[in-house]
């Protein structure tokens, strides 16, 4: 049984070692290799398992699942991070705070009971003035969530228009700002150069395309809602959803790194990239950029908490060249199906 389960082992390790050879491909050249961007955490999981049994029942075959895990040594440490906080002098005068926060309309203040919704109210005008960001970039905003933000009194400055539900709120001057058009109302991304600390930035706040899911998975795991044939009609719309939604986003993330790359300022993108660090957007994202995460992160950095909870898809990349990350926290919270991602980071120029 365990020569058997050996065998198993190898040929499994086989199909590990090829999806880490494949990750981060366009989806638009074959979007069937896009969806193991969600598959590597499983495989880290399920690795991890295989070391602790063949430890306890076989140590020599051990060897096979170690090899599998050093081959994607480099992919899990996106998961995984154990960097400490930086404590230069710049990190302590001239660092600015960004949090960025898909807030979801904030709907689950907004659906709750009168007396619960003004409870909540004050609770996410106190959790904002707790962290005290320079910038907060928002997605998923609206006219209900900008009025509540608002009354934080935090940010004299603003970038937000009806049309696109993306945001930037800040403390700092406004010298320009526009927004980069997908073509669609839900996702978008708006731009602002702000003057922090004598320094101009241009900041991004991205939503690039939701793959609309998580209803479907919500059905298919209540086992007492629907049939089988039901279930599969679901998995089918899914992966319909996903190929679309996928190719979206390797277009608006290469459109958002396009714009990016004529500045001769620094820059940094903030925002919900509905997709895992290791996907073709992210992959476009971190030619130019570096990962708050990878650099400052501590940790799980998982930020998603919905239908399908444990992904890490709420980024903040700056310009490789000029930025520099002192920290980077995962904040838990309840207003919305993500968590905020707030860092400290300093311009170098």
């Known amino acids: 049984m365990l020569q058997f389960l050996f065998s198993v082992n190898i040929v ?84 600015v705070n960004i949090m960025t926060y898909n807030i979801y309309g904030l709907k689950n203040i907004k659906i709750s009971a009168q007396q619960t919704r003004e409870h909540n109210k004050s609770k996410f005008i106190s959790f904002l003035r707790k962290y005290d960001p320079d910038i907060l970039c928002v997605q998923e905003d609206n006219f209900y969530a900008d009025d509540i933000i608002n009354k934080t ?79 599969l009609s679901l998995i089918r719309r899914i992966m319909v959803n996903y190929r679309r939604n996928s190719v979206h986003r390797a277009k608006q993330s290469e459109m958002i790194m396009a714009h990016a790359k004529t500045l001769n300022y620094p820059f940094v993108i903030c925002g919900d990239c509905n997709d895992t660090a290791f996907s073709y957007s992210y992959e476009q994202f971190e030619k130019g950029c570096k990962d708050s995460f990878i650099e400052c992160g501590d940790g799980i950095g998982s930020t998603y908490i919905g239908a399908l909870p444990g992904l890490r898809i709420d980024y903040i990349f700056g310009d490789k060249k000029t930025i520099e990350f002192c920290s980077h926290k995962v904040l838990s919270s309840t207003f919305s199906d993500h968590n905020p991602v707030f860092v400290k980071l300093f311009s170098k120029i």
């Open 12 to 95: 499994w390790s086989f199909v590990c070692i090829l999806i880490y050879f494949i990750v981060g491909a366009d989806p638009r050249t074959f979007w069937l290799f896009s969806i193991s961007s969600i598959l590597i955490p499983i495989f880290f999981i399920v690795n991890i398992l295989l070391v602790l049994f063949w430890l306890i029942f076989r140590w020599r075959y051990l060897f096979v699942p170690l090899i599998t895990l050093i081959f994607g040594y480099s992919h899990y440490s996106k998961i995984i991070s154990f960097q400490s906080e930086k404590e230069s002098e710049k990190c302590k005068n001239q660092s």
């Open 153 to 231: 009194e935090l940010f004299p400055y603003f970038h937000y228009e009806p049309s696109h539900a993306t945001a930037i709120y800040t403390k700092f001057p406004i010298l320009d700002k526009g927004f980069l058009d997908f073509g669609t109302v839900t996702n978008s991304c708006v731009w602002a150069d702000v003057l922090a600390n004598g320094k101009k930035i241009r900041i991004y706040s991205v939503h690039l395309a939701s793959n609309r899911v998580s209803s479907d998975v919500e059905k298919i795991t209540d086992e007492t809602k629907e049939e089988n044939a039901e279930k």
